[in-house]
């Protein structure tokens, strides 16, 4: 037999029944009683019945009423097996809690539970005295069992009964108390969160930097199979974890081309991925607790992509801040739109979605607290959010696209969006973000570098030029300076770490490309010489000042990463704890 965690059961029960009797007018719906029914058969696995059983039990009870009463009486009422599984919890109603007796009562086909629905009945009429009584049940979800057993015999009997009963939802009230998370659940949350995060890391990133570097073929759907497979069995990237402790929360969504969607609803469709825009969402559940991850990778992203998504970060940060204990939900949205209008954009407030997020937990998504504009719910240290901000339905301009690379797919792409989406959990002062992945433009970026050959005319000067070149490279061979030679072809610090295999031939080619710029480089040093009157082995070089001080250095550096540093074209390096720039 199943073991039920007694102290567990009692303690989220007098919760609910604590929040119930506390704001049973407003939340709750003036409700008297509680009625939450498990159906038969589910196929969502995220129906309020089916996250309240895991929440209560740790199990799903399919066919099975619980009755919870003002005087803080709990009527189970089930099959046998099930009733068993509860005798556990019998007799042990802790003391001071609002719950103060458990009854079950064992399915009956004698009489197709009817002496039981009576019972069941006037338990919740309580002592109303014929005055109307309202009860309370998830409304969603009433009378949508298809099989003929006991939660439908019960909501027929609710049904049939008269005028004085009123049904009332009581979804919102389930929501608030299970949305204020234990350190239990962070703790799940959070191993969730990481499951995700290296999933992204380690699966797809490695697998898009792949299909980039390599030129190959793939579909949105396929790339979306293969992360989803790594989510059901994390070992595939050596991670230990329990394999029935996991699953997927949706099939991942992949997504290129100028056809982008956010809804957690999206689909991967079966096109080609294109090179150009390429977004991805995936999630995690981790002893059926939540989480989410969003990202969009950018290559060879036109100034205008790149400024639209740095306002992007900027919005992500604008509402991460305005997460704080005390502040309503809405007030995310507002930072968000606000940022946009101090930074005059306003025209992209009618770019973002509808809502910026949602409370993430056994619930994928409660409907009941979005970050949309309207929500007044407060929010409390304890929450936790899937924030996930985006553009869609951008248009890139015409000069946009003349700019990119010739053979770059961006040339080809009329509209795009772009998405940020990371778990929140929110803190007595302030937000914590779980999902560690980078996030900043030098993060995300990739550069499909061009190999094409020299111009086939060139002057006489620059062809002494380039023999004087070559001459100093060679000494340079001869007599190495330490220089650093990249063997990657894309610039992407978050992933900078993972090791990669098979690239033999990739860095030869990376190898031929660096000895090319470098020739370039050294013949404009050479008749730089030739003007000034140097000889030729008395300028190899010359001296590069990325940074006039330590202050200037970039302001998201920290004493123990490494950072690309694209603007300045240096890699920063933390050498016994503090920051060392390279120039590349």
């Not at 579909?219 to 992360?227: L, N, P, S």
């Not at 995690?284 to 990202?295: A, D, K, Q, T, V």
């Amino acid at each position: 037999m199943a073991e039920l965690n007694v102290e567990k059961f009692y303690e989220r029960l007098n919760k609910i029944h604590a929040h119930f009797l506390k704001h049973r007018e407003q939340i709750w719906n003036g409700a008297n009683c509680i009625t939450l029914n498990r159906a038969s058969s589910s196929d969502d696995d995220y129906r309020k019945s089916n996250v309240l059983h895991l929440y209560l039990f740790g199990y799903e009870l399919p066919d099975t009423v619980l009755l919870l009463t003002k005087d803080g009486k709990c009527t189970v009422l089930g099959t046998k097996k099930k009733c068993e599984f509860l005798e556990q919890a019998m007799g042990k109603e802790p003391k001071g809690g609002s719950v103060n007796k458990l009854e079950l009562l064992v399915k009956s086909k004698a009489d197709n539970n009817a002496n039981n629905f009576e019972t069941l009945l006037k338990l919740a009429r309580g002592e109303s005295n014929g005055e109307a009584v309202k009860i309370g049940l998830i409304k969603k979800e009433f009378k949508t069992d298809p099989k003929d057993g006991v939660v439908m015999g019960w909501e027929k009997k609710i049904e049939e009964a008269d005028s004085n009963l009123e049904v009332v939802d009581c979804t919102h009230g389930l929501s608030m108390v299970m949305a204020v998370k234990e350190k239990y659940e962070l703790d799940l949350i959070k191993k969730s969160s990481v499951l995700s995060n290296k999933v992204l890391k380690h699966s797809f990133i490695k697998d898009i930097e792949d299909v980039i570097e390599n030129n190959k073929t793939t579909t949105h759907e396929a790339i979306a199979e293969q992360i989803n497979d790594v989510i059901e069995d994390p070992s595939k990237i050596n991670l230990k974890v329990p394999q029935d402790l996991v699953q997927s929360c949706y099939f991942p969504i992949i997504q290129s081309g100028g056809d982008y969607d956010f809804k957690v609803s999206a689909t991967s469709n079966s096109e080609n991925v294109k090179f150009d825009i390429i977004t991805v969402m995936l999630g995690s559940r981790y002893s059926n607790y939540c989480s989410n991850i969003g990202r969009t990778l950018l290559i060879d992203p036109p100034k205008q992509v790149q400024q639209m998504y740095d306002t992007l970060l900027g919005v992500h940060d604008a509402a991460l801040k305005a997460m704080v204990p005390g502040k309503p939900l809405k007030a995310v949205y507002a930072a968000a739109v606000k940022y946009l209008t101090d930074e005059g954009k306003d025209n992209l407030v009618s770019s973002l979605p509808k809502s910026l997020g949602f409370s993430v937990g056994l619930d994928f998504r409660d409907g009941n607290l979005l970050l949309n504009s309207k929500s007044t719910v407060p929010i409390k240290a304890g929450m936790v959010f899937n924030l996930a901000v985006s553009f869609s339905g951008l248009t890139l301009s015409g000069s946009a696209r003349a700019s990119a690379n010739d053979e770059s797919a961006v040339k080809n792409l009329s509209q795009y969006g772009l998405v940020i989406a990371d778990m929140i959990a929110v803190t007595d002062k302030n937000a914590d973000i779980m999902t560690k992945f980078g996030r900043d433009r030098g993060d995300i970026s990739y550069s499909m570098l061009d190999e094409s050959g020299d111009d086939d005319e060139e002057s006489d000067e620059d062809d002494a030029d380039r023999k004087l070149a070559k001459k100093i490279a060679k000494q340079e061979a001869d007599e190495p300076s330490g220089g650093r030679k990249s063997s990657r072809l894309a610039a992407n610090a978050a992933s900078g770490a993972v090791d990669v295999e098979g690239v033999a031939e990739r860095e030869r080619k990376q190898i031929e490309l660096m000895a090319r710029k470098n020739e370039e480089r050294l013949r404009e040093l050479a008749r730089s010489s030739r003007k000034k009157g140097g000889d030729e082995k008395s300028k190899k070089g010359e001296e590069i000042e990325a940074y006039k001080s330590t202050k200037t250095l970039p302001d998201n550096v920290l004493p123990n990463q490494v950072k690309v540093d694209m603007a300045n074209q240096c890699v920063i390096l933390p050498i016994c704890g503090n920051p060392v720039p390279f120039h590349i």
